[in-house]
Every structure is written in structure tokens, then in C-alpha cells.
């Protein structure tokens, strides 16, 4: 079945540039994800791409896809203070996002 | 839109009580999932509908666990009896799903915190 792995914690100073890592197994998926949750919230959509792109760039936030080793990653420039959250890596495949557990970024000051 | 609502935003509840969570979905919306977080296991899916009828239930830990959705409106996920290790962060959310050859959003509602003394 489906499944998405990623690393439960990633710590990083303010001012260096962090990357989370996923792997996903659905080879069908057209689209994958990242969300983000900020403490005591709910998860909010930060961005996605499209299975045929490598990357995509979004201010401080770039997306790599490597579609033969079914990796994706999110690096963040500039880590600031409020972008410690969780970051969610999903896909979507043949089913409503499959969801990895979350990785939980901590930046520190 | 005001989004997901979902209620009570707190629960807390003793061992062997009935607790009920309530969701509202964005209007429009054809789909509605039911998650649990855990620092524990993370975000678990529960149960999702379609169109008001369930689709997928195997993420139902018990059959202590049920949800229902009467209206595309409503829907609810019940515990019955609730135990200490039902407490987690519970999470509804609601989609409308557009094809392989779209991006599919998923909106989370606030989460229900529930404790289960």
C-alpha cells in the first residue's frame, strides 16, 4: 500500500537553511505536499508539486522531487524562529493524501 | 468560509465516559477525514467519507471508536468508553477532490485536544 516515511526531528540554528527529507512508495502519484503545523493548530497546506518538476522554488522554501528514488524534500533558507512547526510530507496517488507522521523542526535561537 | 469547525476545542473526560467530537466541514466539500496525533505515532487517519458515506474505516483503532456523518454538513466521531490512552489530538478535515489532474487540498480544522483522566 501506500506509505511515506520521513525523520520525526530536525533541529537547526537561526539563520541556517534546514532540509527535510520523505520517501514515499505510491510511484502513481501526481502530486506531493508539504503542510505545516504551527503549535496548537491544525495543518495548513505550505506548498506542492507536480510529479513531472524536479523543483520548485517559493521565496525561502524550495521543493527537490527525485522521482526514481521517490524522494521529496523541503529546504528552508534563513531557518527564522517561526518556522519551528511540524512539517508534513503527503502524497496523492489512487486515494485521498497519505500523510508521513510529521517531522518536527526546532530552531533555536 | 469559516473553515473547518470543529467542537469542543478541549475535552477532558474520566475513564469509562461517552466522549463525542463534532466536526462542520467547508461547504462544498466532498470529503471529510478524521485523524489522531500523538507525540507518540503521529498523525493516524482514522476514517474518511464520501459524500456522507464512509469509505475507509481501517484506521479505527476499536470498536469503542465510530463516526458518522448524517449530512454533508455534520459529522461526528464518538468514543464509547473512552480510555486514558484515547488521549490525543483529533483532527477533522475536509477536501473536494478534483482528479488525478489537479492538486487536492486537504483543510484541517483547529483540533479537538481530548484527555482522558
Known amino acids: 500500500g501506500e506509505d511515506v516515511e520521513q525523520s520525526l526531528f530536525l533541529s537547526v540554528r537561526e539563520g541556517d537553511s534546514s532540509v527535510i527529507n520523505c520517501t514515499y512508495t505510491d510511484s502513481s502519484s501526481t502530486y506531493l505536499y508539504w503542510y505545516k503545523q504551527e503549535p496548537g493548530a491544525g495543518l495548513q497546506l505550505l506548498t506542492y508539486?507536480?510529479?513531472?518538476?524536479d523543483m520548485k522554488q517559493d521565496q525561502r522554501l524550495t521543493v527537490l522531487l527525485n522521482k526514481k528514488d521517490k524522494h521529496l524534500s523541503l529546504r528552508i533558507a534563513d531557518t527564522q524562529t517561526g518556522d519551528s512547526a511540524i512539517y508534513f510530507c503527503a502524497e496523492k496517488g489512487n486515494t485521498p493524501l497519505v500523510f508521513g507522521k510529521g517531522t518536527r523542526l526546532s530552531v533555536i535561537a | 468560509d469559516a473553515g473547518v469547525i470543529q467542537s469542543p476545542r478541549h475535552e477532558v473526560t474520566e475513564m469509562g465516559q461517552e466522549v463525542t467530537l463534532r466536526c462542520k466541514p467547508i461547504?462544498?466539500?466532498?470529503?471529510l477525514f478524521w485523524y489522531r496525533q500523538t507525540m507518540m505515532r503521529g498523525l493516524e487517519l482514522l476514517i474518511y467519507f464520501n459524500n456522507n458515506v464512509p469509505i475507509d474505516d481501517s484506521g479505527m483503532p476499536e470498536d469503542r471508536f465510530s463516526a458518522k456523518m448524517p449530512n454533508a454538513s455534520f459529522s461526528t466521531l464518538k468514543i464509547q468508553p473512552s480510555e486514558p490512552r484515547d488521549s490525543a489530538v483529533y483532527f477533522c478535515a475536509s477536501s473536494h477532490l478534483t482528479g488525478t489532474s489537479s492538486p487536492n487540498e486537504q483543510f484541517f480544522g483547529p483540533g479537538t485536544r481530548l484527555t482522558v483522566l
Open positions: 461547504s462544498g466539500h466532498d470529503y
Open positions: 508539486i507536480f510529479s513531472n518538476m
